[in-house]
């Protein structure tokens, strides 16, 4: 059976370009409107994976997101955002939403996303042989809310090669969604200490240092 992807967006010409754009790659495309729209989809359809816009009227991504946690933790889901901030990006990670698409996004962004999250569900410890696989392998944890579990994947992808960054930058989050915003700056650090270019880090460590009640900016995995 085709693997059904829900596209949640208040949008419309988001709706269809996404549809569009995920059609041909065989997935069965369903779209909602709003949250309420797309809480019936899932309970109607047996939904892969949901592309979820986080600000929307009446319900907001994040309540759908919530529901969707509880009443049907098997649907992996990427947010689809321009309005990502720290607080939202914590929530989504503690309900299992480990990948963020920010508007506007390209089409081939979209598709590799898509298909990188649904080949993610099929990898397990004897396929993640490489620093790349780890990675994967802990996202998987992450999307299941199993973050115990996702640190493991993370320090062999940091034994494998720590002059990597990509790995450091993880560990931070896992730290920041545990409630160590201290450590989870030390890793950040020690991704730029790997790479001083690493965007994501940079961003990562700039959102986490400015005081509290400011808006920090997206976090950035």
């Given at each position: 059976?085709?693997?059904?992807?829900?596209?949640?967006?208040?949008?419309?010409?988001?709706?269809?370009?996404?549809?569009?754009?995920?059609?041909?790659?065989?997935?069965?495309?369903?779209?909602?409107?709003?949250?309420?729209?797309?809480?019936?989809?899932?309970?109607?359809?047996?939904?892969?994976?949901?592309?979820?816009?986080?600000?929307?009227?009446?319900?907001?991504?994040?309540?759908?997101?919530?529901?969707?946690?509880?009443?049907?933790?098997?649907?992996?889901?990427?947010?689809?955002?321009?309005?990502?901030?720290?607080?939202?990006a914590?929530?989504?990670?503690?309900?299992?939403?480990?990948?963020?698409?920010?508007?506007?996004?390209?089409?081939?962004?979209?598709?590799?996303?898509?298909?990188?999250?649904?080949?993610?569900?099929?990898?397990?410890?004897?396929?993640?042989?490489?620093?790349?696989?780890?990675?994967?392998?802990?996202k998987?944890?992450?999307?299941?809310?199993?973050?115990?579990?996702?640190?493991e994947?993370?320090?062999?992808?940091?034994?494998?090669?720590?002059?990597?960054?990509?790995?450091?930058?993880?560990?931070?989050?896992?730290?920041?969604?545990?409630?160590?915003?201290?450590?989870?700056?030390?890793?950040?650090?020690?991704?730029?200490?790997?790479?001083?270019?690493?965007?994501?880090?940079?961003?990562?460590?700039?959102?986490?240092t400015?005081?509290?009640?400011?808006?920090?900016?997206?976090?950035?995995w």
């Open positions: 059976m085709k693997t059904q992807v829900l596209v949640v967006d208040d949008e419309p010409h988001i709706r269809l370009t996404l549809t569009e754009a995920l059609a041909p790659l065989g997935y069965h495309v369903l779209s909602a409107s709003d949250g309420a729209a797309a809480l019936r989809a899932l309970e109607e359809h047996p939904v892969g994976l949901m592309l979820l816009d986080l600000r929307m009227p009446d319900m907001d991504g994040m309540e759908v997101l919530r529901r969707a946690a509880l009443e049907h933790p098997d649907t992996r889901v990427a947010i689809l955002t321009a309005h990502g901030s720290v607080a939202n914590l929530e989504a990670m503690r309900l299992g939403a480990v990948d963020f698409l920010q508007k506007p996004v390209a089409l081939a962004q979209v598709r590799a996303v898509v298909r990188r999250m649904l080949d993610r569900e099929t990898l397990n410890e004897e396929r993640a042989t490489d620093y790349e696989g780890q990675i994967e392998l802990a998987k944890f992450i999307g299941r809310r199993d973050f115990s579990a996702a640190r994947p993370v320090l062999k992808a940091i034994a494998r090669d720590s002059r990597r960054p990509e790995a450091y930058n993880l560990l931070g989050v896992l730290e920041e969604i545990a409630g160590h915003r201290s450590l989870g700056q030390d890793q950040y650090r020690m991704a730029l200490a790997a790479d001083a270019t690493y965007r994501p880090a940079q961003q990562n460590l700039a959102r986490s400015q005081p509290p009640g400011t808006d920090r900016g997206p976090m950035r």
